[in-house]
């Protein structure tokens, strides 16, 4: 029988968690530098690898605001997440993106370690500086950046309650915790991250499991189509939405 303990792979020895991170962003006694206005900004975290946030058009300070997480693919960095900045305008969410320490994320390479301390950094950051919705936060990305989401995003499944994956190669989660919603999605022909080796698999895995996966094949390669990123992203503002 196929467990959730037995799903975990290549556990690491400290296993990341954001629940921290969210608890120590709602101290009253930590300085907070709001950002008011709608707009791209600098995390301002470290001098050469570092991130941003974006604001929506429409933010208003007294009005939380759904969370994206963006992960970027190999060889890329957070400036891959302002292709998300249309959507986050016409959707209303805020956008957080990183860059990874090396050519791609720590546990795709070793193990968690630099990376996902940086994104807790930029994590309470941001929470600290904008108006978020605590339940509605997400973590997505494409190739190794959906390998991460997956990976991390299952291990964190209390605080990131939604999970988009864009042609995964990876899903090595180093615990599990809560049960995220997900959605995975596929090229037929990827000749990177052939698809029978992965989201085939880890779909039934995941719904083993219980979880609550969406899952779309599409015609062609190694690419995120502009279509099929529009309905994940409306899938998580739609299906987050309190009823």
């Known amino acids: 029988m196929l467990t959730r303990r037995a799903f975990m792979v290549g556990a690491a020895a400290v296993v990341p968690t954001f629940s921290a991170g969210w608890a120590r962003a709602q101290d009253p006694d930590l300085p907070r530098e ?47 997440a302002v292709g998300a900045f249309p959507l986050a305008d016409e959707l209303g969410f805020i956008v957080l993106a990183t860059d990874a320490k090396d050519w791609t994320w720590d546990s795709i390479i070793g193990a968690f370690g630099p990376d996902v301390e940086f994104l807790q950094r930029a994590f309470v950051s941001v929470m600290q500086r904008c108006s978020v919705d605590k339940t509605r936060l997400a973590l997505t990305g494409f190739s190794d950046g959906a390998s991460y989401a997956l990976s991390l995003g299952i291990g ?3 605080v990131f309650t939604s999970i988009i994956a864009g042609s995964p190669g990876v899903m090595q ?38 979880y609550d996966v969406t899952y779309r094949e599409y015609e062609g390669r190694h690419t995120w189509p502009p279509e099929i990123r529009r309905e994940a992203y409306v899938w998580w503002v739609e299906g987050s939405k309190k009823k």
């Open 34 to 80: 709001p950002a008011t206005k709608p707009g791209r900004y600098k995390l301002n975290l470290e001098r050469d690898r570092d991130g941003l946030f974006y604001l929506p058009a429409g933010y208003k300070p007294e009005t939380p605001m759904p969370l994206m997480v963006v992960l970027h693919g190999a060889g890329g960095s957070s400036e891959s």
């Open 156 to 158: 964190n499944g209390d």
């Open 173 to 210: 989660p180093a615990s599990v915790a809560g049960k995220p919603r997900i959605f995975i999605s596929h090229g037929t022909a990827d000749n990177v991250m052939p698809i029978d080796d992965t989201s085939r698999k880890f779909v039934p895995r995941l719904r083993a499991l219980g």
